[in-house]
């Protein structure tokens, strides 16, 4: 945060183990002017201007379980509101995962406290780059190739129904990632309308869909998003 330039607006994801020493880092380099709380999160205001809002993942956020009517100071405050959103970001649920990018695709179900891959499976079809021919050739090449992207994304389709189908009526969420003109195309699809209605607003940014990112998913789907602003140069 230190180099970041006057002004400058960046994200940065914080692990919710990590979020307590996070947010007291931002509060001895900025100070502490106010904490706003919402049913997204909360947005730390440092007295040199600087903002931290902390999006939570799979909201709203319930921060019934602070104590009513407990003033606190500010130390304490800060401690008892990243207390409650980092159970929150860490309470177990059933989250559904769909990846897809043109060509590879994967789905998953994660289960538990420390999520477990329940369930999953990944594939991926040909599908041929675009072709700088000219012509008759770059037509029937450009056929070739929407055939062959149809055809991927009906099998990304095929996996994400075969594995959160048996999860219908039991996923608390669902996290879609990959590329998003892709992931439009499955939108269409009536087999995937209930898990589409669960989806959760992030989109995340991933490479070619294999197991290994799958695995990976839970690592971004519960962080805290964190909208830094830098203190404006004062002159």
């Known amino acids: 945060m230190a180099n970041a330039r006057h002004g400058e607006t960046r994200w940065v994801d914080i692990a919710p ?12 380099q900025h100070g502490q002017s106010r904490v706003e709380q919402t049913d997204r999160g909360l947005t730390l205001i440092g007295r040199d201007g600087a903002g931290a809002e902390c999006q939570a993942p799979f909201p709203p956020v319930d921060w019934r379980a602070m104590a009513a009517g407990q003033p606190a100071a500010a130390g304490e405050e800060i401690s008892a509101l990243a207390g409650i959103l980092t159970a929150h970001c860490l309470a177990p649920r059933t989250v559904g995962v769909i990846l897809v990018r043109l060509g590879g695709y994967a789905a998953g179900v994660f289960t538990g406290p420390e999520p477990v891959l329940a369930a999953s499976k990944v594939g991926s079809r040909l599908v041929h780059g675009r072709s700088a021919a000219g012509g008759t050739s770059q037509q029937r090449f450009a056929r070739r190739r929407e055939k062959q992207a149809r055809e991927a994304l009906q099998a990304a389709g095929d996996t994400a129904a075969a594995v959160l189908g048996p999860y219908s009526g039991r996923l608390d969420a669902v996290v879609l990632g990959g590329d998003r ?34 695995r990976t998913a839970p690592r971004m789907f519960r962080a805290v998003r964190v909208r830094l602003t830098e203190p404006a140069e004062r002159h």
Do not use: K
């Open 17 to 28: 183990e990590r979020l307590l020493g996070w947010l007291g880092t931002f509060s001895e």
């Open 181 to 214: 003109r892709a992931m439009a195309v499955l939108r269409d699809d009536p087999r995937l309308r209930e898990f589409f209605a669960l989806a959760v607003d992030r989109f995340l940014t991933v490479p070619d869909p294999r197991l290994s990112v799958l």
